[in-house]
């Protein structure tokens, strides 16, 4: 899954030191924590705070962001799972690969059930992957389907049904590719739909439909059984799971104001959270409280908009020339003292990022081989001289080379207590180089119309501060490519579309090839600065120290919660 504050990538291994007694063990990826050699007790309910109202779109086809991904991970899963190590192995599905790379015979396991006592078959498989394909799906997650042979014809509305996909038995699919994919399998679409449930609904109607927004079901370990949107989820252990019941009775995943967090954990009334990174000091003094820090494989930017999406033709339009000279842009990235700020208002959780590849991963430029755009307001300044952009009437702002005014909007999201204060300290580096750089509406916005305004390229929409989740495999698909709706500032370039196209070609199965093709990717992202990649970030999740079995990792916050049972305490 792709995800806003996004979706799997390499991570780096770590440790958490024990303490007070609580053991944390390394794996390769992952933190095992608060395990006990105690034998674990069933029962109980816990509750699973968060920061921010939820959207409420739950299937996977429709999410958006983290909140309601981590509503999802309790309620449904993949086909397929994934490795701390990152790599794709079998789950419900396992599959036969043809010699030439191109034809996926899947088997998944019988007796899987949904919540509403219906079996799992390959036919809800299917019908999510058609959904997915319809013309009628305005979802960010075509990408995910379109290597189906036979689904770009579908999705034009010019075949009635998809020919790379055939049902052999209920418990059997065949997916025929439309040509050799190094990644097929970790860009496949790998969460069914219950058929059952969403016949008779329009595609174009399902994300506001009830089984989306009031009742969802899933195949996984707890089912929900009360929403108060953008509140309050309640869900109860689904006994039958077909990996067994859940220890816990039930989880409640309910919203909080984050100055509260601290105060709820130290009282006990919320077990596990999503921590803002403001609150990181005060947790690690809670005794009770365990402190996980996981790099969260995901990236904090500041997005120039070249443009907006054309719904009719499905591609991005570079139709804004505000940011055409990339010495603007790159004057602005070397403004920003981007680990001033992260010190300062992350309280250093995170690190410099200068393209949108993890730091660990295999496909990661060196820094020596591109410009690392280290803090330098004189080269800003001299950037700017040469493009044009001067001060002419000395008011200590620029104009624009024609001599205008030239204003920059910049939107920004709230979320923690220094959001403030940190997009202030954004403002002023542009300000010291002389670009009128101001927030757009005047203040900061909340998640939802913060995406909402970004994502419906909104006019007042310029430049913005964004965090996008990365993938388990370094393919830009899915963000960066013409026809990528979640290619928010709609920028591409004829030799970006085809370096993404060669890595994923058959000669790309060759890594080191491969590797190559992405080092030559990034070095133009890096020249071009369709972005400024800010920092990667690190995960904060607080959980007390009476839940047991709690394990995270690059990936998710939340894995095999039908292992975590609760610890009496003595």
């Known amino acids: 899954m792709k995800r806003r504050y996004g979706t799997l990538v390499l991570a780096m291994a770590m440790m958490l030191s024990a303490c ?7 794996l390769s ?8 050699s105690e034998v674990p007790v069933a029962g109980g309910t816990i509750t699973y705070g968060y920061s921010s109202p939820f959207q409420g779109l739950f299937d996977p086809a429709f999410y958006e962001g983290e909140d309601d991904f981590q509503v999802l991970e309790f309620m449904t899963e993949s086909m397929f799972k994934v490795n701390d190590d990152l ?7 396992s599959w036969q690969e043809s010699g030439d790379h191109t034809v996926f015979t899947f088997k998944i396991k019988a007796g899987v059930r949904w919540h509403n006592g219906d079996e799992l078959t390959v036919e809800d498989w299917k019908f999510a992957l058609e959904t997915i394909a319809s013309p009628e799906y305005t979802g960010s997650r075509y990408y995910s389907v379109e290597m189906i042979k036979g689904a770009e014809a579908y999705h034009k509305g010019e075949a009635k049904e998809i020919s790379g996909i055939k049902v052999i038995d209920p418990y059997t699919l065949r997916i025929t590719m439309n040509g050799v994919r190094v990644n097929a399998l970790d860009n ?3 969460y069914p739909m219950n058929k059952k449930v969403f016949s008779g609904i329009a595609v174009k109607d399902m994300p506001d439909s009830d089984p989306v927004r009031k009742h969802p079901i899933g195949i996984g370990p707890f089912e929900v059984t009360n ?5 309050l989820v309640e869900m109860k252990r689904f006994d039958n799971y077909y990996q067994g019941k859940a220890l816990l009775d039930g989880v409640q995943y309910k919203v909080f104001d984050d100055k509260e967090i601290v105060n709820l954990l130290e009282e006990n009334q919320v077990d596990i959270a999503s921590a803002p990174r403001d609150a990181y000091a005060s947790l690690k003094q809670l005794d009770q409280v365990e402190v996980l820090e996981s790099p969260e494989l995901s990236y904090e930017y500041i997005g120039f908009k070249f443009g907006s999406w054309d719904k009719e033709t499905q591609q991005i339009v570079m139709d804004n020339p505000k940011f055409a000279d990339k010495r603007l842009r790159q004057a602005m990235y070397y403004a920003l003292d981007r680990k001033g700020i992260i010190d300062q208002y992350s309280y250093g959780l995170g690190s410099l990022i200068e393209t949108p590849v993890s730091s660990s991963s295999w496909a990661k430029i060196p820094n020596a081989e591109i ?5 330098n307001p004189g080269t800003a300044k001299a950037l700017l001289d040469e493009a044009g952009y001067v001060d002419r009437d000395g008011d200590g702002l620029r104009e624009d080379p024609k001599g205008h005014s030239f204003i920059i909007n910049y939107d920004a999201m709230t979320g923690t207590t220094t959001a403030e204060a940190k997009t202030q300290a954004i403002l002023q580096n542009w300000r010291d180089v002389g670009l009128n750089v101001r927030l757009n509406g005047g203040k900061l916005k909340e998640l939802n119309d913060f995406y909402e305004a970004v994502e419906n390229d909104d006019p007042s929409v310029e430049l913005f501060n964004g965090v996008w989740g990365l993938a388990s495999d370094p393919d830009p698909s899915g963000l960066w490519r013409a026809t990528d709706l979640w290619n928010y500032p709609r920028y ?6 085809e370096l993404i196209r060669e890595g994923v070609g058959i000669k790309s199965f060759d890594k080191e090839y491969r590797k190559q093709v992405y080092y030559e990717w990034q070095k133009l992202i890096n020249e071009e600065v369709p972005m400024i990649f800010f920092a990667e970030r690190t995960n904060i999740t607080a959980v007390n120290k009476r839940l047991q079995n709690v394990r995270v990792n690059s990936i998710s916050t939340i894995i095999e919660p039908q292992t975590w049972w609760i610890k009496e305490e003595k």
Do not use: C
């Open 20 to 26: 007070s007694g609580i053991s944390s063990e390394r």
């Open 29 to 36: 990826y992952g933190i095992l924590s608060n395990n006990t």
């Open 87 to 93: 790599t794709t192995v079998p789950g419900i599905a």
């Open 188 to 190: 496949l679409w790998s």
């Open 227 to 231: 929403i108060q949107p953008g509140q």
């Open 371 to 375: 410009n690392t755009y280290d803090y």
């Open 492 to 497: 591409s370039s004829k030799r970006s579309e």
